[in-house]
């Protein structure tokens, strides 16, 4: 089994920064992706960003290029959120693949954390 701990969600304004951790325990050898979701009240859960976990191959959703970044490092996978806006305000899932491909489908991943609320206030 794999669990992941997400961290590092809070409060900030528009135009600040936050920088989430997806730690991954248990049975890493079995991963090669993490991807992050979001999802805000009353909407459906999106995606975010996913990269391998060997750095080759990145994916992001058009509403946060140029402002986000996905990295790994010895099992931990980050996400930097620079020039936060009010309509990034949601939970915060980081999401762990038995795969190499990098994906934007939720249903392809297997593995969850718990989730960390973002909320950035105008």
């Known amino acids: 089994q794999v669990q992941l701990v997400e961290s590092g969600g809070g409060s900030v304004q528009a135009g600040g920064s936050l920088r989430l951790s997806c730690a991954a325990s248990?049975?890493?050898?079995?991963?090669?992706?993490t991807g992050w979701f979001r999802q805000a009240p009353g909407k459906e859960r999106e995606f975010v960003a996913a990269?391998?976990?060997?750095?080759?191959s990145t994916s992001y959703a058009d509403s946060v290029k140029g402002r986000f970044t996905i990295s790994y490092a010895k099992n931990t996978g980050y996400l930097q959120m620079n020039s936060l806006k009010p309509e990034d305000t949601a939970v915060y899932y980081c999401?762990?693949?038995?795969?190499?491909?990098?994906?934007?489908?939720?249903?392809?991943?297997?593995?969850w954390g718990q989730g960390t609320q973002v909320t950035v206030s105008s």
């Open positions: 990269i391998n976990w060997s750095g080759r």
């Open positions: 248990g049975r890493t050898s079995s991963l090669y992706s």
């Open positions: 999401a762990a693949a038995n795969q190499v491909v990098v994906t934007n489908t939720a249903g392809e991943y297997d593995y």
